[in-house]
């Protein structure tokens, strides 16, 4: 299954211009622990980082330093790891786990920004897969007794 049929499509997203105030309101908004960080580019959005709730934690509130002095561009993660739409699940988790990451982009062929997926996204699906084969074997258990009496 490519990614694309499964990634979340409503990516909640911000600039680097963002400050940090309106990111953390952002992501308070719409329940979510991250950021794409995206430029426009002709049109579309091109991902170039990911700015996490544990990011903002880690590099200005543990360090007591001011949010008001930093953007979302200076807290982001420096190198952005994303997936082309096309790539497979199983593609995907091999990425990540590479990669060592639990979220990752999903982009067009033209770098477009086209959804998100995590890690927990692919857990769910895996488990839902999972609970579908394991109602296998009774059904054909019961079939074969219907049959084969």
């Known amino acids: 299954m490519?990614?694309?049929e499964f990634c979340n499509r409503e990516v909640v997203f911000a600039t680097r211009k963002m400050s940090i105030p309106e990111a953390a309101q952002l992501m308070r908004q719409y329940h979510v622990g991250d950021l794409v960080v995206v430029d426009e580019v002709?049109?579309?959005?091109?991902?170039?980082?990911?700015?996490?709730d544990r990011d903002i934690v880690i590099e200005?509130?543990?360090?007591?330093l001011d949010i008001n002095e930093f953007s979302v561009g200076d807290i982001m993660?420096?190198?952005?790891?994303?997936v082309q739409e096309k790539e497979g699940v199983f593609e995907t988790v091999r990425l990540m786990r590479?990669?060592?990451?639990?979220?990752?982009?999903?982009v067009n062929r033209?770098?477009?920004?086209?959804?998100?997926?995590?890690?927990?996204d692919i857990l769910d699906l895996l488990?839902?897969?999972?609970?579908?084969?394991?109602?296998?074997?009774?059904?054909?258990?019961?079939?074969?007794?219907?049959?084969?009496?």
Do not use: C, N, Y
């Open 60 to 64: 200005i509130i543990a360090k007591s």
């Open 98 to 106: 590479a990669k060592g990451i639990r979220r990752i982009p999903v």
């Open 110 to 120: 033209e770098g477009g920004l086209e959804g998100i997926v995590s890690a927990d």
């Open 2 to 4: 490519p990614i694309s």
């Open 127 to 149: 488990a839902e897969e999972m609970s579908e084969l394991a109602k296998v074997a009774p059904r054909e258990q019961a079939r074969e007794a219907k049959t084969r009496i």
């Open 77 to 82: 993660g420096p190198q952005l790891v994303s």
């Open 42 to 52: 002709e049109g579309k959005r091109v991902p170039v980082g990911i700015v996490t």
